[in-house]
């Protein structure tokens, strides 16, 4: 494709987008479980119109633009004070979940290489639940990952298991608030403790659930604490894009004083253009985000956020029981937050995504992991809350539509491509792999995933990444 020699229309041009989106999963039915975090339609005006009017500043320099120093701070400050911070609480603004997380490891590993030069390969302890975000941010900045089992039967972190898995090297522990997975709270305040008691950074990864744990607790929820009131917890990210309704493009990451914040913060003065400081991984970047983001939380306010808290509360505590009590599906773990999964032996969780989703809904499949069997997984917002029975209904028929079935993928396919040894795989057999999954240069739908999601559940987890790179590798391409 070329750029077209002159300029269309405006007409044309915003048809065309609209085609686009004829595809895309139909987010304002209500019937999406996931990806979009819908406040409904007088807010998203509102954050349209404060982010167009930030549209083009550009939060390269705080000196050019200090209306966006401004809005950072005081967005800063507020998801501090959420999160029991006090005034020594500092942080930034980033473009979301893995930016913060992305910060809060170089913070660390930065802190340990002014800290403890004699770790020439620092380690960090995930619980096989963190999010895949800090193996990206592990990858990125060269830090190895020590992964460790979490409880089989509630998903959570087993504090036990991190300390013993503590070595010299270590410059980092973690836990979930919740996890995505399962949306299961780790046990904060233990691995607080061992972080103490060992002189080790902890980050607690609020990303998802950090902006509405506090209100699921002030609606009665038991969720462990989580926060900066816990002694040890050093950082903290929080999104605002997801759980706060803020337009895409919006988190923080929070640290419990500037001397630890300091790693974060890149500068550079080798070089003959301008003197460059970057806080986050951005460097030029639209005030957009930012507005949009402090225009929701002052148009929300405290009473909004707990309104939409009760409803998503109880749309997800009767989506789980109604769950529950469909023959053969069981709930994975105890949730803590409006987010769970959960699994069967007797229906194909694969399948019976497909069928949900050919139905109108989005429901998300998860592969096997650790602990973890394959599963479906639901993150409800107040958009689903209208749609919980109706949801139910359709999900008890298609459960005992395709009980006993399976993807129609063969068995010995499954079992040759389970004993691979990615390692000894070319690039060759990586695309015969892909075309025997059925997949081929363009996106599958989510209505047609089970064959793949059955042979991918079969692969080893390395495996698996390396069909993806291949795939993305594929798929990105005019
Ligand atoms: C617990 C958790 N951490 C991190 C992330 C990454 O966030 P993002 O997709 O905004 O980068 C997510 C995303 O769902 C999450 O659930």
């Known amino acids: 494709m070329k750029l077209p020699k002159q300029g269309l229309p405006k007409e044309t041009i915003l048809e065309q987008l609209q085609t686009f989106q004829k595809q895309d999963l139909d987010w304002r039915s209500g019937r999406v479980f996931g990806f979009v975090y819908d406040p409904g339609e007088s807010v998203r005006d509102l954050a349209k119109e404060a982010y167009g009017r930030f549209l083009t500043e550009n939060g390269l320099d705080f000196t050019a633009f200090p209306s966006l120093l401004r809005l950072e701070r005081e967005i800063v400050a507020m998801a501090a004070n959420h999160l029991g911070g006090d005034s020594n609480v500092v942080g930034n603004f980033t473009s979301g979940g893995t930016e913060s997380i992305i910060l809060a490891v170089k913070a660390a590993r930065d802190r340990a290489?002014?800290?403890?030069?004699?770790?020439?390969?620092?380690?960090?302890?995930?619980?096989?639940?963190?999010?895949?975000?800090?193996?990206?941010?592990?990858?990125?900045?060269?830090?190895?990952?020590?992964?460790?089992?979490?409880?089989?039967?509630?998903?959570?972190?087993?504090?036990?298991?991190?300390?013993?898995?503590?070595?010299?090297?270590?410059?980092?522990?973690?836990?979930?608030?919740?996890?995505?997975?399962?949306?299961?709270?780790?046990?904060?305040?233990?691995?607080?403790?061992?972080?103490?008691?060992?002189?080790?950074?902890?980050?607690?990864?609020?990303?998802?659930?950090?902006?509405?744990?506090?209100?699921?607790?002030?609606?009665?929820?038991?969720?462990?604490?989580?926060?900066?009131?816990?002694?040890?917890?050093?950082?903290?990210?929080?999104?605002?894009?997801?759980?706060?309704?803020?337009?895409?493009?919006?988190?923080?990451?929070?640290?419990?004083?500037?001397?630890?914040?300091?790693?974060?913060?890149?500068?550079?003065?080798?070089?003959?253009?301008?003197?460059?400081?970057?806080?986050?991984v951005q460097s030029s970047?639209?005030?957009?985000?930012?507005?949009?983001?402090?225009?929701?939380?002052?148009?929300?306010?405290?009473?909004?956020?707990?309104?939409?808290?009760?409803?998503?509360?109880?749309?997800?505590?009767?989506?789980?029981?109604?769950i529950e009590a469909i023959p053969g599906l069981r709930l994975l773990g105890r949730p803590d937050f409006c987010m769970f999964s959960f699994t069967s032996d007797e229906v194909n969780v694969f399948l019976l995504a497909d069928r949900m989703n050919a139905r109108g809904w989005y429901i998300q499949p998860q592969l096997a992991f650790g602990a973890s069997p394959a599963n479906v997984h639901l993150s409800v917002s107040t958009a689903n809350a209208e749609w919980v029975q109706a949801f139910l209904a359709d999900l008890t028929q298609v459960a005992d539509e395709i009980r006993g079935q399976r993807p129609d993928v063969p068995e010995d396919l499954l079992a040759a491509a389970s004993g691979l040894d990615p390692a000894a795989l070319s690039d060759h057999d990586v695309d015969g792999l892909l075309a025997l999954a059925g997949i081929s240069g363009e996106a599958p739908s989510p209505q047609a995933m089970a064959g793949i999601n059955q042979i991918m559940n079969a692969l080893d987890p390395a495996l698996r990444e390396r069909l993806l790179v291949a795939f993305a590798n594929r798929i990105f391409r005019g």
């Open 113 to 280: 290489r002014a800290q403890r030069p004699d770790i020439l390969k620092p380690q960090m302890i995930l619980p096989e639940t963190a999010h895949a975000a800090f193996h990206k941010a592990a990858h990125y900045l060269d830090v190895q990952v020590v992964p460790v089992p979490v409880d089989p039967a509630t998903f959570r972190a087993v504090p036990s298991v991190i300390r013993e898995a503590i070595t010299d090297r270590t410059i980092l522990l973690m836990g979930s608030a919740p996890s995505y997975a399962h949306g299961v709270v780790d046990p904060i305040p233990e691995i607080g403790r061992i972080a103490l008691e060992k002189g080790l950074p902890f980050h607690v990864d609020a990303c998802v659930g950090g902006f509405m744990l506090p209100y699921f607790r002030r609606l009665g929820g038991k969720a462990p604490d989580f926060d900066f009131s816990v002694p040890g917890v050093t950082s903290i990210s929080m999104d605002l894009h997801k759980y706060a309704y803020t337009p895409k493009g919006a988190s923080v990451v929070l640290y419990r004083d500037p001397d630890y914040r300091r790693h974060q913060i890149f500068a550079s003065a080798k070089w003959s253009g301008y003197a460059v400081v970057n806080a986050a």
């Open 285 to 322: 970047k639209s005030g957009g985000p930012m507005a949009a983001a402090w225009a929701v939380l002052h148009y929300l306010g405290d009473d909004g956020y707990l309104e939409i808290a009760r409803r998503q509360w109880e749309a997800a505590r009767d989506l789980a029981a109604g």
